[in-house]
C-alpha cells in the first residue's frame, strides 16, 4: 500500500526539497537550540520594520473580514497603478494591477498559465527554476559571469532566441539583483528591451528590490518596453513586511488575456489575498513622506553596510561585484582555490556547511542559484541586525545615518563577515 502512495507523487515535485532559504533558516535555528552562536547571514528578509502610517492602517483595518475581488481592492490596485506610473511614467491603470499572497505565488501562477520556455540569467534567486519544474516547463539558463557584471547581455539573450525563434519565451529579469546585487544601467535595458521585442520574449521584471535601489534611482523596463512587460513588486522588501504576503502584478493592456487567465487560476486556489493587509498596502504604495523618509534611511544604510562588507569580502581574496541595491552580496572563493581544497572543500555546498559548523556564519551556496556547484561561490544576506532600533534610532533622519551609526547598529555582520574573513585567510 506505502508502495503505490509513493508512486501517485508527481514526478516533477519527487526529489524536490523545501526551498534553500528555507532550509538554511531550519539549520540555523537547530543550532540556536544547542546553545551555538549563528550569524544568519542566509535568509533574505529585510531587517527594517514595516513603516508606522502602514502598520496603523493594518490596525485600522483588521474588522474587514469578507473575501475581496480576486483580481484585489480596487483602491489597491489603482493605488499600485498610480505608484508604477509616478515612478517609471508608465500609463497603467487600476484594470492592469493584479493582487496576489506575494509575487512570489504570482510568478508560479504565471509559469503555470503562460506555455514558454523559461529564460533564467543565473545567478538566480532560489525559485525561478523549481517553480518551473513543478509546473513542468522548459528551462534555460543563461549563466552570467562574474567580468559581465552577472549582467544579461543583449547578445547573450539573442544567441538564445535564435535557437528557433519563434518558440514562445518569457524571459525573468531581476534588478537590484538577489544574489548579486547588481543592477542594470537604463541603457542596458534599454538594449535589453530591443531584443527581447525583436523575439517577442515576455519579460517578467522582478523588481521586488526596486525601491533599495542605493541612489533612489531605480529604472524599470518596463519603460522601454512596456508593450512586453510584466512588472512585479511587493510589500515584502522595500516594506519590511515578507510575511504579510502581498505582490502586485502590472500587466501591458494588451496582456489582459494573461491576467485573466492568472486570476482564473487565483480563483480556485487561494481566492483572494488577506483583506486587512490589502487595505494597509493602499498607504504603502501611496508612498507617504514619512514612507519616503524610511526608504532614504533604508538606502543610506544599506548603502553604507554594503560597502563595509564589500571591504571585508577583499580581505578575505574573494572576488566580488559592488552592490548597488538591496541585501546581498555574491563573493567568489575561487582564488583561494587551493587552500580550500586542502581542507577539503571544493565546492560550493562544501564551503557553505564548513563556514557555518567552524564560524557560526550561514550563507546559502552559489549552486543553489543555478551555478555550477564547482564554483566556489556564494551568498549573503548582510541583515542579521536590529532594524527597528536602527530605524528607531535614526528618527527617519538620513543625516544621522553615517559610517559610525551603520557600524553601531549592523555589529553582528560586520563580525560575521571578520570571521569569514579570518576563517578563509
Ligand atoms: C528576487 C526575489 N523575487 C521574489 C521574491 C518573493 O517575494 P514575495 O515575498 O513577494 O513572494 C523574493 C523573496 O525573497 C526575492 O528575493
Known sequence: MQKNLDV????????????????????????????????????GQSPFPVPLSVVEALQANAWRKGYLDVHG?????????????????LSSAAQDVLVGPGSKELMFLLQLVYYGEVLIPTPAWVSYA?????IGRRIHFLHTTFEEGWRLTPEHLERACQEDP???????????????????????LRSLAQTARRFGVLVLSDEIYG?????????????????GTILSSGLSKWCGAGGWRLGTFTYPRDLAWLRQAMAAAASETYTTTSAPVQWAAVTAFEVGTDIERYLSVSRAFLRLLADEVQQRLNRAGARVTPCQGGFYSFPDLGDRRAALAARGITTSPELCTSLLQ?????????????????????????VD??????MAQS???????????????????????DRLADWVG
Request: aromatic share 8%; net charge neutral.
Open 8 to 43: 501517485q507523487l508527481n514526478l516533477n515535485v519527487r526529489g524536490l526539497g523545501c526551498s534553500a532559504t528555507l532550509a538554511i533558516n531550519q539549520l540555523c535555528r537547530e543550532r540556536e537550540l544547542r546553545g551555538e552562536q549563528v550569524y544568519k547571514l542566509g535568509l
Open 73 to 89: 481592492l480596487q483602491e489597491l490596485r489603482e493605488a499600485v497603478a498610480g505608484y508604477h506610473n509616478r515612478r517609471h511614467g
Open 130 to 134: 523549481p517553480q518551473a519544474s513543478i
Open 166 to 188: 519563434g518558440r514562445p519565451r518569457l524571459l525573468v529579469l531581476n534588478y537590484p539583483d538577489n544574489p548579486t546585487g547588481m543592477t542594470y544601467t537604463p541603457d542596458e
Open 211 to 227: 525601491e533599495l535601489h542605493f541612489q533612489g534611482a531605480h529604472v524599470s523596463i518596463a519603460r522601454f518596453y512596456p508593450e
Open 358 to 382: 567552524q564560524t557560526g556564519v550561514a550563507t546559502l551556496p552559489g549552486r543553489d542559484f543555478g551555478r555550477s556547484p564547482e564554483e566556489l561561490s556564494l551568498r549573503l544576506a548582510f
Open 385 to 390: 541586525f536590529n532594524g527597528t532600533w536602527a
Open 395 to 417: 528618527d527617519l533622519e538620513v543625516t544621522r545615518v553615517d559610517a559610525a551609526f551603520v557600524r553601531e547598529h549592523a555589529g553582528r555582520v560586520l563580525t560575521a563577515l
